[in-house]
């Protein structure tokens, strides 16, 4: 069977618009992002609550290629970018002062990408 990477026209565009800001700002992480996004739906990454949790710091900025799950709970500040949220990792990530964005708005805030942790 062919390889033909993400049917959803909202994730091709995406993953286009990726890799011109990473070649026009020169930032690898936008195109990092873009390589993990054109895999498979079966193995894109879900990352729950609970990771996010250990793995970060108050008032960091990260992002995840693909969905964030509500399994666990934050107890420091955090700008969370994804692909998609489920409903209790949105509440749960509001109630601990940080923000749900869009891998989009991302790039609009910081377009070099710098100081943005990658979390698969």
């Known amino acids: 069977m062919k390889a033909t990477g993400p049917t959803d026209p909202n994730v091709r565009r995406l993953i286009v618009a990726l890799e011109k800001k990473a070649k026009a700002e020169k930032a690898n992480i936008w ?55 489920s409903e209790s990792a949105i509440k749960k990530t509001r109630s601990a002062g940080g923000e749900c964005i869009s891998i989009k708005e991302l790039m609009k805030r910081n377009p070099k990408g710098s100081n943005v942790k990658i979390i698969t």
Do not use: M, W, Y
């Not at 195109?31 to 739906?41: A, W, Y």
């Not at 960091?60 to 799950?69: A, R, T």
């Open 31 to 85: 195109l990092d992002i873009s390589e993990r996004l054109k895999k498979p739906r079966r193995r894109r990454v879900t990352v729950n609550l609970s990771r996010i949790n250990r793995c970060t710091r108050d008032g960091e900025v990260i992002v995840v290629p693909g969905k964030v799950l509500g399994s666990g709970f934050l107890d420091h500040k955090l700008c969370i970018a994804a692909l998609s949220f």
